[in-house]
Each structure stands twice: as C-alpha cells, then as structure tokens.
C-alpha cells in the first residue's frame, strides 16, 4: 500500500480517535487497525461500556447522597425553607432545564446534517453499484447459444466449401473465446461489488437516524415535563418526573456510549481508508485495489480486465476476418442469409458490449464514487459525529447534575415552609398540619425558633386553654390554697 496516502491524509479528528488506546478483555494492547475481527471489537465494546459504568457509579454516589446526607440532614421539621427559596431553586432549575432543551436542538441540528453526510455516502455507493450492474449487463448482452445454433445452422449448408468450413471452425473458436471472457468479467464483478450493499445500508442508516430523531423527541418532551414540574411544585408530579429522568439519563450515557464506539471504528478505517476495505473484500483484493489507487499519483496496477478485454477484443477481429471469407462468397451468403444476419447480429452485440465495458471497467467511474464516499466519511460525517459526540456528553452531565438538583428540590418541596402552620401535642411534638381539641396553635418563625425556642409568640385559637377539671374528668379540684392554678 505504498500509494495509500499519496491523495489522502487523515484529519486531526481521525488522528485524535483513533489515537485512543485498544486494549482487550484482559487489558492487553490489540491492534488499532480496522479488522473485521472479535480481537479488534472487544476494544470498542469496552469503551462503549465505559460511559454506562461511569452513570452507574454516579447512581450510587447519587443514592449514598440522599441516603446518608438528605435524609439525615434534611427530612427532619427544621428543614422548612421560605418560599422564597423554594422559588429561587424552582427558577434556576427551569433555566437549567432550557439550556439542556438547547443542547437537544443543538444535538437534533448535527443529527441532521450526519444524515446527509451518511446520505451522500450511500449515494456513492449506489454509483458503485450502477457501474458494475451496467457493466454485468454488457457482459450478459453476447448469446453464446444463439451464435453457435446460427453458426451449426451455417456449417451445415457449407459442408462442401472448404474456406466456409474453416472460417466457420475459426468463428466457432471465437464465439467461445468471447464467453469465457464475458463470463470471467461477470464473476469478477460480482465478487468486487455486491449490489445489495447499497441497499442494505440505506436501511441501517434510516432506522438509526429515525431511531436518534425519536431519542431526541423523548428527551425534549421529558425536559419540557420536568420544567413545569419545577414551576408547579406538587410533589407526586416531581418524583415521577425524577424517576422519567433517571432512565433518560441512562439511555443517554449508553448513547454516549455508542457514539464514542461508532467515532473509534470511523476514525481506525478513516485512518487507513484503503487497507480497511481490503480487509473488508478480501476475496477480490487485487480487483480491489486497483480501484482503490488508480488514480494516485504513484504508477497505478494494471486493470485486472485488461485480460479479459484484450482476449474478447481479439476474438472480435478474428471474427471480421473469419466473416468476410463467409460474405466474400456470393452463393453461399445467399445460402446461410438468415443464419448469417442471426451471428451478425450477435458479433455486433459483443463487440459494442466490449466497448461498454471499456469504459465502464475502467478506471474513472469507481474510483470517483469511492473518492466521494471517502470525503464524505472522513471529513464531513466525523465532524458532525464529533460534534454531535460533544454535544451528547454535555447534555449526559447536565442531566446527571439535575437529578441532584431536583432531588434537592423535591426535598424542598415536600418539606414545611416557613409560613405553614406548626401544632404542638401534648408530647411536645411539632407537627405541621395537623390539629387537636387539646392543642395550642402557633405560628412561628422558624429561624427564631431554632435560636430561641422559648422566644415563639404564641397565639391562642378561639378555644380558651383547657382547664384543670377538663384535664381530671370534671372534677374541679382545688388545692389547699383555694385556688384553680389553671384559671388563675
């Protein structure tokens, strides 16, 4: 591959990727090349991993968080903040969740401009496609069996003429000479192309776009939910927006995931566009490369139907000079008329097929689709994958901050304000909400209440305190001195 990268050198984003370490299972170096082996795609399965087993990790610090510190510190009655606060964190996390609904509109604009790139690399391919379909056609244009049934037909009629009998033999030669050679040109192009990839990578690509459309969708509608559950504040609609959320963030670590393995697998064939689609055929590599360096600066291979060609192109003088000995012979063209225009017919057919594949074969048609679908890969498609990458990432951190944030807030949310009624029970309980026939009602200042407890104003409801005998099943007791200590 010494012409490589005579036309072509890779880009820093190619260099970057592909720069990342392969290693195995068993953490041991593996190659970096692009190979259609498990040795080299046990690399990208661990690094795909690598993000969902970071998101994990951070669910469990997530959870020890709200175990160990929200729980303990935060569930009890002296957690009541202002509404003001409440407010406060109800708004930044609305202007939190807008910048995530930018990153999605960010993310849903490179998903977009990705699958044009990807478009335009099937459309490349389809031209790959259109050429050796074109020019398996031309190779099927010749009828072996028709020419030789014409040709019997002619050897029959001429079994008394010398000359007719051997240019007949010599046509007859010819005639299988140029089937052998169109049918060796049909193989060859079946095993450089196959037709149906095109096809088949029309319909990964729709499913995978549409699939990353719907994703996109999901996570807008599920910001959008948890945006006005911040603004609402009720705490059922909370909690099942912050469960919603948690698998979103999931889904979107493992996206992150998949993008950093789909950029490791471009940036390794990107690195070396020519030896990755050797590995891929490896059936037909010198029809292959042929087409791969054709067009380099360096001397290119020769044309592996140049054989081919030059044999049916030999066979096709052979039969102009075996026919005009046939035409030459005025009583025995008129003889064979109709078997001779049926071979005629025929030899025309095959030589302007020969012609057709000429240039169909050559050099210029292929190479140019493959140029095209190797720009658009390598320069187009991984820039707007790279940005796409970056944009995914942010958006996997933001959403991994909000479920700490909003589980702040639903703390918030749930716990008492500082205007809320507070009861104390005959146990010396505060408890918000609530009320007794036997019970005080206050209103309290909750920040001078944890200073001073003493210092609460105390506000009687319109039931007068209970008294003595109300507390002894009405008897109205007195002590020695005379008097209801609960009424004086």
């Given at each position: 591959m010494a012409c490589a990268g005579s036309n072509y050198t890779p880009g820093a984003l190619v260099e970057s990727f592909h720069r990342i370490p392969h290693v195995d299972i068993n953490l041991n170096a593996s190659t970096d090349a692009f190979s259609v082996s498990l040795n080299y795609f046990q690399a990208v399965i661990i690094w795909a991993c690598i993000p969902i087993l970071v998101c994990v990790c951070l669910y469990i610090i997530m959870s020890v968080y709200f175990i160990l510190v929200c729980c303990c510190c935060c569930c009890g009655v002296e957690r009541g903040k202002s509404n003001a606060s409440r407010w406060a964190c109800a708004v930044l996390q609305a202007v939190f969740m807008l910048f995530c609904l930018t990153l999605v509109g960010a993310s849903f604009w490179a998903e977009v401009a990705l699958d044009v790139d990807i478009t335009s690399i099937i459309s490349s391919t389809n031209?790959?496609?259109?050429?050796?379909?074109?020019?398996?056609?031309e190779a099927t244009r010749f009828n072996a069996s028709t020419t030789t049934n014409a040709l019997n037909m002619m050897q029959t009629v001429a079994n008394g003429n010398s000359?007719?009998?051997?240019?007949?033999?010599?046509l007859m030669s010819a005639v299988n000479l140029l089937d052998v050679?169109?049918?060796g040109i049909r193989y060859n192009l079946a095993s450089l192309w196959d037709t149906g990839f095109s096809s088949s990578l029309g319909l990964i690509e729709t499913a995978r776009h549409w699939a990353v459309i719907g994703y996109f969708i999901l996570m807008g509608i599920v910001l959008i939910l948890i945006l006005i559950a911040s603004l609402v504040r009720k705490v059922p609609f909370v909690v099942v927006m912050m469960v919603i959320l948690f698998f979103t963030t999931l889904l979107t670590w493992m996206a992150v995931g998949g993008s950093l393995a789909t950029l490791m697998v471009t940036s390794d064939i990107c690195h070396d566009p020519n030896t990755a689609v050797l590995e891929i055929s490896p059936t037909a590599q010198g029809t292959v490369g042929y087409y791969l360096n054709c067009n380099n600066t360096c001397p290119p291979p020769a044309n592996p139907f140049t054989t081919q060609i030059g044999n049916i192109n030999a066979a096709n003088i052979n039969i102009g000079t075996q026919l005009g000995y046939i035409t030459a012979n005025q009583s025995l063209r008129n003889m064979v008329n109709m078997s001779l225009s049926t071979a005629q017919m025929q030899f025309t057919t095959a030589l302007d097929a020969t012609q057709n594949l000429f240039a169909l074969t050559g050099c210029a048609p292929i190479n140019k689709a493959y140029t095209d679908a190797?720009?658009?890969?390598?320069?187009?498609?991984?820039?707007?994958?790279?940005?796409?990458?970056g944009l995914v990432v942010t958006l996997a951190v933001c959403l991994i901050v909000q479920l700490f944030c909003g589980g702040f807030h639903a703390g918030l949310v749930s716990g008492p304000s500082d205007n809320e009624e507070v009861i104390l029970d005959p146990f010396g309980d505060l408890t918000p909400g609530m009320s007794s026939t036997n019970a005080w009602n206050y209103r309290s200042n909750t920040a001078a209440a944890r200073t001073n407890p003493e210092s609460i104003p105390l506000t009687p409801t319109d039931q007068p305190p209970p008294k003595y005998s109300d507390l002894t099943g009405g008897t109205n007791h007195r002590s020695s001195g005379g008097y209801d200590h609960f009424n004086a």
């Open positions: 031209s790959i496609s259109n050429v050796v379909n074109s020019a398996s056609l000359n007719a009998t051997s240019a007949l033999t010599n050679n169109f049918v190797r720009q658009s890969l390598c320069n187009n498609a991984i820039l707007h994958a790279v940005i796409q990458f």
